[in-house]
């Protein structure tokens, strides 16, 4: 066997070439060569050594050609394999059944699929007939297309030829039906099939479930996963993750969570996204006690939510003011040293203040401030409106300057809701003292003064 080093390491081609000068060998070496450097994933070596091989008079084998093409569908490399193809055709290879269902193959991905009738029928005319691979390339490429009647015409070609059609013949054409929202036109194919003796796999189960998921029909689909299960069939987890998403996009929750149940003690394995998918969902249907206990129920297995869900169930929580549950899930990462961030804090904050409770608002923002999360100018709004709101107009005053000094956020809303507050309730002396102050700290911070001012009527605007 040629040993295919790395694809600097020489020139082996040239080195075989000289090599066979002066020995008895064997050209075959070059078809080694051409099958070596594919296997070896350096399919433009391979493509360098048939065309060496051509030039210095050498014919490569059907197979090793066959083997270069594989290697150029799967890098996409359409127009080398015509290259190759033509070559064949130029020195007298012959291509094989295999040789043309890739090349079909190639043709459906990329071009008009009647230019794949042309070519079939030349095919044809080298004496082969196409067999169940390239029937079902065609019509999965014709499914895709949208285009139906072709590829029902050419299923009941395959009777007439005896080439049959099998589970992905089927599969294809359902999926076909499914995507036209011919979901029952799909079941009755698919009982045709069986009917014909095959039977269906997961991904023919799964077509039509999906199938009816997408349509709202859960009841079907619920029936179909049972039927599966009955037959032996295991559903897998797209089977599980498309039912579940199936009931979320029709905001039944709960039948999601009953159907894992069942799955779970038919020892069917959930994968952890479908129980995240259903904790995010309840979250966003203010169900956040619902999304808890889940989490909690599946930590059992060794579940552990990223930050993301964590900030999903905060977020839910500080939605429906339940903010002593939303704090103690903070606390609960940060002892899974599950490091809150922006989005953790901003909830947090924003619902305290919300609910007249600036100061402990304020404590989480020291706390983020702490552990190195530069707060925004959203959680400066939040706390500003608050204190303004619980009328500490000392607190609000000392923390714009906080905010301005410590981390350059210079917010005219903020400062627009104290200057509000103070003119409803202080003498206008105050308030222009307040505009001194606020002025020299911009001063200070090197900003023009770019301040609100107040006009005659103790409105204020920039
Ligand atoms: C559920 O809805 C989403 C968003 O509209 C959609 O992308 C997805 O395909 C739907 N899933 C099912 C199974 O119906
Ligand atoms: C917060 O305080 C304001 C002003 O005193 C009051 O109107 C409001 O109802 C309070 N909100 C809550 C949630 O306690």
Redesign the pocket.
Known sequence: MVKVVSPDDGDVFGSLVLCGEDCNWDPVVFDMLIKAYVKANMIEQGFGTFRRSVEVGFVPSVVACNCLLNGLVKLRCVDRCWEVYEEMGRIGIHPNAYTFNMLINVLCKDKDVDKVNEFIEKMEEEGFDPDVVTYNTLINSYCRKGRLGDAFYLYKIMYRRGALPDLFSYTALMNGLCKEGKVREAHQLFHRMVHRGLSPDTMSYNTLICGY??EGKMKESRSLLYEMIGNGVRPDSFTCR?VV??YG?ESKLLSALNLLSELERFEIPISPDIYEYLVVKLCEENRPFAAKSLLERISHYGYVPDIDVYNELILSLCKCNYVAGALALKAEMVNKNIKPNIVTYRALIDCLCKINKSVEGEYVMKEMVKFGVPPDTAICKALINGYCKEMDINRAESLLGFFAREFQIFDTESYNALVKVLSENADVTTLMELQDRMQKELELQGKMPCVPYLDDLGFCSI
């Open positions: 998921c997408k498309v998403e199936g996009n």
